[in-house]
């Protein structure tokens, strides 16, 4: 029985207060903000966030915003579930289809294509701002092509990462007191989940994708893994979402396993079922927005669970190992009863908002998957079905391989 640890999908999606500066002060030069290669440095320095402004985005363009943008088209799941955050969202006029979970998310204009965002649907919304992800490079120049203004954000795979975007985010559509609020919010989430697990051991861990391909070094889902208290054996094995023979998965030999369908169906599977996770049935249901899309409650909410389940574990092993759940008989030192299993009750999560933004059809696109999000169960980072983004991943992993 798969019962030795379960932690329930966060399904609650909450909906940030609306705010933002109006308008561009008169005779207000515009501040000129460049995104950096190395590092956060995205700062305003006094506490206006006026307009004009110009950034200058991950393609080297520098933008230029006369005025705060009142019309926003996001092609990235995550950048909506971050304007959703910032209060923003009643200005949002067209999404893709997989930040649909967000609240009142269906009643925007769905500039959705069978792969990526269609240029057609986005120009028919009429934006003033279109934000797109780094894994939809290829449409960017269609989009500044038909004179649309067009924020293109680089690769996000650590928190830092995501605190610049979501600065930038703010000061793109002047909502920076949100922004650094927003900030401030996921960076205590973050001390809370190290200090969490700060006093356990950290299980070796693995998040697969299906058909062999797993989240590895250099992602986002490492970083949340790494902040929640585990080690992501398949960071040793390259970086982005290589695909693992069995082999080197049984090698490897996790001891837990970040899964996205509650039944844990993989674990069913070979070669998972032979591992450590399988054969102990320790695994952790994590929502498959919040996983797969970089964006600030994402990293609020997942950080939480799996450090939540991590120490839970932790302390169903303890627990066991003192005998408090399976005592010992004194004679030989076996355990005459317990086993040491966990309902998972204690270690839900509330999931506030509970959804990912998939940005590039892989856990938002940031970490170089796709931007669709998943949006299904069972998905790899970012959008789509397993079998859609396995090609995705593939298609990547071959144009950008490491």
């Given at each position: 029985?798969?019962?030795?640890?379960?932690?329930?999908?966060?399904?609650l999606?909450?909906?940030?207060?609306?705010?933002?500066?109006?308008?561009?002060?008169?005779?207000?030069?515009?501040?000129?903000i460049?995104?950096?290669?190395?590092?956060p440095?995205?700062?305003?320095?006094?506490?206006?966030?006026?307009?004009?402004?110009?950034?200058?985005?991950?393609?080297?363009?520098?933008?230029?915003?006369?005025?705060?943008?009142?019309r926003?088209?996001?092609?990235?799941?995550?950048?909506?579930?971050?304007?959703?955050?910032?209060g923003a969202?009643?200005?949002?006029?067209?999404?893709?289809?997989?930040?649909?979970?967000?609240?009142?998310?269906?009643?925007?204009a769905n500039?959705?294509a069978?792969?990526?965002a269609?240029v057609?649907?986005?120009?028919?919304?009429?934006?003033?701002?279109?934000?797109?992800?780094?894994?939809?490079?290829?449409?960017?120049?269609?989009?500044?092509?038909?004179?649309?203004?067009?924020?293109?954000?680089?690769?996000?795979?650590?928190?830092?990462?995501?605190?610049?975007?979501?600065?930038?985010?703010?000061?793109?559509?002047g909502?920076?007191?949100?922004?650094?609020?927003t900030?401030?919010?996921?960076?205590?989430?973050v001390?809370?989940?190290?200090?969490?697990?700060?006093?356990?051991?950290?299980?070796?861990?693995?998040?697969?994708?299906?058909?062999?391909?797993?989240?590895?070094?250099?992602?986002?889902?490492?970083?949340?893994?790494?902040?929640?208290g585990?080690?992501?054996?398949?960071a040793?094995?390259?970086?982005?979402?290589?695909?693992?023979?069995?082999?080197?998965?049984?090698?490897?030999?996790?001891?837990?396993?970040?899964?996205?369908?509650?039944?844990?169906?993989?674990?069913?599977?070979?070669?998972?079922?032979s591992?450590?996770?399988?054969?102990?049935?320790?695994?952790?249901v994590?929502?498959?927005?919040?996983?797969?899309?970089?964006?600030?409650?994402?990293?609020?909410?997942?950080?939480?669970?799996?450090?939540?389940?991590v120490?839970?574990?932790?302390a169903?092993?303890?627990?066991?190992?003192d005998?408090?759940?399976?005592?010992?008989?004194?004679?030989?030192?076996?355990?005459?009863?317990?086993?040491?299993?966990?309902?998972?009750?204690?270690?839900?999560?509330?999931?506030?908002?509970?959804?990912?933004?998939?940005?590039?059809g892989?856990?938002?696109?940031?970490d170089?998957?796709?931007?669709g999000d998943?949006?299904s169960?069972?998905?790899?980072?970012?959008?789509?079905?397993?079998?859609?983004?396995?090609?995705?991943?593939?298609?990547?992993?071959?144009?950008?391989?490491?």
């Amino acid at each position: 029985m798969r019962d030795r640890y379960v932690i329930a999908m966060a399904l609650l999606v909450t909906t940030a207060l609306v705010g933002g500066v109006a308008g561009p002060a008169a005779g207000a030069q515009p501040t000129t903000i460049e995104s950096p290669t190395d590092g956060p440095s995205v700062h305003q320095t006094d506490d206006a966030c006026d307009f004009p402004v110009e950034l200058t985005d991950a393609t080297g363009t520098t933008i230029t915003l006369d005025e705060r943008p009142e019309r926003i088209t996001t092609i990235n799941p995550s950048a909506a579930q971050t304007l959703w955050e910032l209060g923003a969202e009643d200005r949002v006029v067209g999404v893709t289809q997989y930040a649909f979970y967000l609240d009142g998310a269906t009643e925007k204009a769905n500039v959705s294509a069978s792969f990526g965002a269609s240029v057609e649907r986005v120009v028919d919304t009429e934006p003033d701002l279109v934000l797109a992800p780094n894994a939809s490079a290829s449409d960017v120049e269609p989009l500044r092509e038909q004179g649309l203004t067009v924020y293109h954000f680089p690769a996000a795979t650590s928190v830092d990462d995501i605190a610049e975007k979501t600065e930038t985010i703010g000061r793109l559509v002047g909502n920076c007191e949100a922004a650094a609020a927003t900030n401030e919010e996921m960076y205590d989430a973050v001390e809370e989940a190290e200090d969490r697990t700060a006093d356990v051991d950290r299980p070796a861990a693995l998040y697969p994708l299906g058909d062999g391909y797993v989240a590895a070094n250099n992602t986002f889902i490492d970083e949340i893994m790494r902040v929640g208290g585990t080690d992501n054996v398949a960071a040793a094995e390259g970086d982005g979402y290589p695909q693992l023979s069995n082999e080197v998965i049984l090698q490897t030999d996790p001891e837990l396993i970040l899964v996205t369908d509650p039944e844990a169906r993989i674990l069913d599977e070979e070669p998972y079922a032979s591992t450590t996770a399988g054969t102990e049935g320790n695994y952790v249901v994590m929502d498959v927005n919040y996983l797969n899309q970089p964006a600030p409650r994402s990293v609020i909410e997942s950080t939480e669970t799996l450090s939540t389940a991590v120490a839970d574990l932790q302390a169903e092993d303890g627990e066991t190992a003192d005998g408090e759940d399976g005592t010992s008989d004194g004679e030989d030192g076996t355990s005459d009863g317990g086993d040491g299993t966990s309902d998972g009750e204690d270690g839900t999560s509330d999931g506030e908002d509970g959804t990912s933004d998939g940005e590039d059809g892989t856990s938002d696109g940031d970490d170089g998957t796709s931007d669709g999000d998943d949006g299904s169960e069972s998905q790899a980072p970012g959008f789509g079905v397993v079998t859609a983004l396995i090609a995705a991943l593939a298609a990547a992993l071959i144009a950008r391989r490491r």
